[in-house]
């Protein structure tokens, strides 16, 4: 794969095509076919494709966009970058996705979209989101940073809203050689508007029919993300079975919650998180045999300092704030092999001993 990519960056340096461009067409053309959508649109990271999709649904000052507090702050400052306000909406106790029960009780008068997010590569239970926005009239945002070829009901991510968001963020399933992201959609209307957004607001060569930004892709992360697109699938399908070696090895350990797939989802783990009563002694005891772990996210969004002002407190969201204090994201890339699977599963198993039930 290096060989290809290095010729690929060598084409783009040849033809100068840095900023958009074709080999950014081209690799549109080829990740639109593989979430099996109309149109992808390339852009600078998937906190842009958030702002971008929200301000082509229209989303604007004095609105209201429910997502979830389990997150990466981007979601929620998307939100806000529009001059819109994040509502929160717990998550399940098992699947860590939006709860669609708490849907309504969050919904006003200035509700305009919903943000569901495929968190950690498993996707939201999308049909009762998708049928309470459409009764509502709601604009449906996937956030599917985290979730390239994940699947819901046997239908890709990406299919289910309106819009749906990837970041290329270099640690993603498919990740960049730097920051990428994109937009799909099967909405003729929307690619049209996000197409012009991306581009500072222009129709043609410095005719600007309203006011943009620019959030083009660049050339080089075009073309490296079209090779990798191709070995996406085999990365996914080892992330699985790393996944279902862990699961088999640590489901029956006591003080130690693994990750569920729901009966919906085809999850692609980009994250393996754990959930642990005795977090800092589990990530020490990890570190000392040479084993690192993450934090995916220790504090939830709505207890967030940048978000004071939203008045959220401790207690809100009780789902979010247990998993934010319990989880341990163990290793989780298609390169782990069985001797490393093993070496964590050790440590793990040794660390939750001294732990309580959770
Ligand atoms: C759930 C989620 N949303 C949004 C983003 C933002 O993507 P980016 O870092 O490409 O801007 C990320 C990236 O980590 C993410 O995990």
């Not at 950014?24 to 649109?41: K, N």
């Not at 604007?60 to 529009?82: K, L, N, R």
Request: aromatic share 8%; charged share 20%; net charge negative.
């Amino acid at each position: 794969m290096i060989t290809e990519i290095n010729l690929a960056i060598q084409e783009v340096i040849e033809s100068s095509a840095f900023a958009g461009g074709p080999f950014v067409a081209a690799f549109e053309q080829d990740f639109a076919a593989y979430c099996g959508v109309p149109y992808a649109l390339g852009v600078g990271s998937g906190t842009e494709a958030l702002w971008l999709s929200l301000l082509a649904c229209g989303v604007g000052p004095g609105d209201e966009v429910i997502t979830v507090p389990s997150t990466f702050m981007a979601t929620a400052e998307a939100i806000t970058y529009c001059g819109a306000r994040p509502v929160f909406v717990d998550v399940d106790e098992r699947t860590y996705t939006i709860d669609p029960e708490g849907l309504p009780g969050a919904l006003t008068k200035k509700t305009k979209a919903i943000i569901p997010v495929h968190l950690f590569g498993q996707p939201a239970d999308m049909d009762p989101i998708v049928e309470f926005a459409r009764k509502c009239g709601l604009c449906v945002i996937e956030d599917a940073c985290q979730a390239h070829g994940a699947e819901y009901k046997g239908r890709r991510v990406g299919t289910l809203g309106d819009t749906a968001c990837f970041s290329f963020y270099p640690g993603k399933n498919l990740g960049a050689f730097g920051e990428a992201g994109a937009i799909v959609t099967v909405s003729a209307e929307l690619q049209d508007r996000i197409r012009i957004l991306r581009d500072h607001g222009q129709v043609r060569k410095y005719f600007h029919s309203f006011v943009g930004w620019n959030c083009r892709m660049d050339g080089i992360q075009g073309a490296v993300l079209r090779i990798k697109l191709r070995h996406l699938e085999a990365g996914n399908q080892r992330r699985r079975a790393h996944a279902a070696h862990y699961d088999a090895a640590l489901n029956q350990v006591g003080g130690l919650l693994t990750p569920v797939q729901a009966s919906w989802a085809r999850h692609v783990y980009h994250v393996y998180a754990i959930r642990v009563s005795n977090r800092d002694e589990v990530i020490k005891c990890l570190a000392d045999r040479g084993i690192g772990t993450g934090i995916h996210y220790p504090v939830p969004v709505h207890l967030q300092e940048a978000y004071r002002s939203l008045g959220y407190k401790r207690g809100d969201f009780p789902v979010a704030e247990r998993c934010a204090a319990q989880f341990v994201s163990l290793p989780m890339y298609p390169e782990l092999t069985e001797a490393h699977l093993e070496t964590v599963i050790d440590g793990a198993r040794d660390a939750v001993a001294r732990g309580v039930e959770i």
